[in-house]
């Protein structure tokens, strides 16, 4: 893949309007999803992009790993193991009846498309996508069952949506399957998945706990989800599992394994690679999209979008089909334990949140481009345009129309998280007064210091112990929003005179960068 002097003019131009529609994003509040799918529909239509066809294998294995690593690191562990049985319905039963609709209403609709190639379709557009619908979500103040939920499903259904791609693809290129082959192989690509996941990350974590540099943890972090998944694939089993497996594991035990500026760094470069990963996906499809469109010309712009408008809806059906039933049996198995409240409401918001992206994007770019026997892979131009299709569908009509379905059906957050919040936070402060005392009889600490953090502590206990007290006047909370208001005043005047020394050349940037962490440090310290 070569590129000219004018192909490297529009490829800055593509990065430079990539950013410009993460800042509209934040500036319109819409989930960058939404806007990037828009985005890379727009690609499509800019003269003079370049013909871009890169290995199909290349997309797969060098985006994946790290965005089912870094979704499952920061998976709340106890959330899939309180929701496992509504997680297992939407993760399998779900997928694979989605597999099945999709795939009956491609093959019947569109005459020369093959069973095997509808197949690959239902399980390609299978997976949700947890960056929008968990951005919304958490952005509309949804109930944090819900939320968990929706990122659980999304986890987890990516192993059985691209198991199932696997086995589809392979009869496609082999021309050949087997129904109990596929069944026997299905279940040692979960288990031997797993176990390579877990393998990998006992590994890592014995590593980690004996290292101490920041950059070098975070470089491993990042890696992480490669060293499970490409053994896992040499081994023939899902690397998909074993990313996903480790990165739970990961997320787990790696508080404990690290130090705060390691955690602090770690989190930013994740956020980071999150953002720069979906737009690199989405910029792909809006470079490959001519490419795709100029093969479909044969049918007419009416029929590709009447394919994608009836396969949308065949994804969203089934997902109403599958979801508002299960949603009531769950309820009902859950009766003796922390029930789903108002399983009607939330049957149709988790119905409501199915919305496809980066995972069904990267599945779809890595369709090869022939099979064993060396003829074009079949439809493979059609397969990527029907769910880029679904993903502009699903993320457009659904995410943008959430909001309202949220309002319509008035479900509100129980505050669980934020209890649970002011208890841990509690918690650390009487533990730290416990700490004070003991070490009250030190030689190296001094009284007025003492004193000090005592006051500091205790104010902080009574604070936090207040939230628990229905008859607080909220007196407590009124100081302490005042005082970390005055702090952040006193805070922002000693940013300011670092940087004034810095204008006038008195320190350099290497020393007001170090002073300003550490004046940002103490004021997220402060959460009011």
Known sequence: MTFSADDSLVLVALLLAVALLLIAAQLVRVPYPILLVLGGLGLSFVPGIPEIQLAPDLVLIAVLPPLLYGAAFFTSLRDLRENAGAISLLAVGLVLTTVLAVAAVAHFLIADLSWQGAFVLGAV??????????????????????????????????????????????????????????????????????????????????????????????????????????????????????????????????????????????????????????????????????????????????????????????????????????????????????????????????????????????????????????????????????????????????????????????????????????KARLYAAEAALARLEELAEEDWVREDTLERLRGLFGFRRERFRSRFDPESDGAVEDRSTAFQRLMRELLDAERNAVFELRRNRRIDDTVMRRVVRDLDLEEARLDG
Do not use: C
């Open 125 to 422: 557009v299978s997976p949700t996508d947890p960056t929008a619908a968990a951005a919304i979500a958490e952005r509309l103040g949804l109930p944090r069952r819900i939320i968990a939920l929706v990122e659980g499903e999304s986890l987890v259904n990516d192993g059985t949506a691209l198991v199932a791609y696997k086995f589809a693809v392979a009869a496609v290129v082999t021309g050949s399957f087997s129904l109990a082959d596929a069944a026997g192989s299905f279940l040692l690509n979960v288990v031997g998945g797993i176990a390579i996941g877990l393998g990998i990350g006992y590994l890592i974590r014995q590593l980690r706990r004996r290292l101490d540099d920041p950059p070098l943890e975070i470089t491993i972090s990042l890696l992480s989800g490669y060293f499970a998944y490409l053994p896992a694939q040499a081994a023939g089993v899902s690397g998909v599992l074993a990313a996903v497996t480790v990165g739970v594991y990961m997320g787990w035990h790696t508080p404990e394994l690290t130090s705060a500026q390691t955690r602090l760094q770690g989190i930013a470069v994740w956020e980071i690679l999150f953002f720069v990963l979906n737009a690199l996906l989405f910029a792909l499809i809006g470079l490959q999209l001519p490419v795709i469109l100029d093969a479909l010309s044969g049918r007419s712009t009416a029929t590709l979008i009447g394919y994608a408008a009836a396969v949308t809806a065949a994804v969203i059906a089934a997902r109403f089909l599958w979801v508002v039933p299960g949603t009531y049996l769950t309820a009902l198995y859950r009766r003796q334990r922390r029930p789903i409240q108002e399983p009607g409401k939330a049957s149709i918001l988790l119905s409501w949140s199915g919305m496809r992206g980066a995972v069904s994007l990267a599945a779809a770019l890595a369709i090869p481009l022939t099979t064993d026997a060396g003829h074009p892979f079949p439809n493979r131009p059609l397969i990527i345009f029907l769910t880029f299709g679904v993903i502009l569908g699903t993320l457009v009509l659904q995410g943008l129309t959430l909001p309202v379905v949220v309002k319509a059906l008035g479900l509100e957050d129980e505050g669980r998280t934020e209890k649970e919040e002011s």
